[in-house]
């Protein structure tokens, strides 16, 4: 089965680029989101289809993927960033959703 | 308002079974998918299933297939998940979540508050 990888921590100091990266075979063929979760909410999407933002969401928040690694960046990061970060895609052959184990932004 | 608004948390003893509730508000009910996520304590999100309101078809996680069961009411516009057999590790936030779809892609722009099942002796 398709596996997402993340690297379970990252940290940065308050307002510089924060970058957290997704792991998967040919993941850039694929669609890639990411979602944010701060700690006792549920998740908040952040990035779809692998760059575009929801509404509301900053622009400090962009998204990219290509080859076997998708990305999602945080420029600026501020202490409200500090969450856990999921990224994620759907293995449309299964139907199925696969998330990544999920990124801890720590932010100094 | 769109919004998913869920069933309070419950606790059952291991072998029960426990239905959780989302009843949805402010959009056509039967015009996009309903997923279950779930989140044990301290740990990451797990996709348990989907289910489509409109046919009732429904797809499920392989770990989840003999256990869950997904439904929909339309007159209310509500899903419900039926999880039985519960064992102490099924112990977890359980989220409902709208499913966007658009062609090959699927991405949850909308997420229910989170139900926790706690499974107890």
């Known amino acids: 089965s398709y596996v997402l990888t993340q690297p379970p921590s990252v940290s940065v100091a308050p307002g510089v680029t924060a970058s957290i990266t997704c792991g998967g075979n040919?993941?850039?063929?694929?669609?890639v989101q990411w979602y944010q979760q701060k700690p006792g909410q549920a998740p908040v999407l952040v990035i779809y289809?692998?760059?575009d933002r929801p509404s509301g969401i900053p622009e400090r928040f962009s998204g990219s993927s290509s080859g076997n690694t998708a990305t999602l960046t945080i420029s600026r990061v501020e202490a409200g960033d500090e969450a856990d970060y999921y990224c994620?895609?759907?293995?449309?052959?299964?139907?199925?959703?696969?998330f990544g184990g999920g990124t801890k932004l720590t932010v100094l | 308002q769109v919004q998913l608004m869920q069933s309070g948390a419950e606790v059952r003893e291991p072998g029960a079974s426990v239905q959780v509730s989302c009843k949805t508000s402010?959009?056509?009910?039967?015009?996009?998918?309903i997923h279950w996520v779930r989140q044990a304590p301290g740990q990451g999100l797990e996709w348990m299933g989907r289910?489509?309101?409109?046919?009732?078809?429904?797809s499920y996680a392989q770990k989840f297939r003999d256990w869950v069961t997904m439904t929909t009411d339309t007159s209310i516009s509500t899903a419900h998940i039926e999880l039985s057999g519960l064992k102490s590790g099924d112990t977890a936030v359980y989220y409902c979540?709208?499913?966007?779809?658009?062609?090959?892609?699927?991405?949850?722009?909308?997420w229910g508050h989170g139900t926790l099942v706690t499974v107890s002796s």
């Open positions: 040919n993941i850039g063929s694929r669609s």
């Open positions: 289910i489509n309101p409109k046919s009732g078809g429904t």
């Open positions: 289809y692998d760059r």
């Open positions: 994620q895609v759907w293995e449309a052959s299964i139907d199925h959703v696969i």
């Open positions: 979540v709208r499913g966007i779809v658009a062609g090959p892609h699927i991405w949850f722009d909308l």
């Open positions: 402010g959009y056509t009910f039967s015009a996009h998918y």
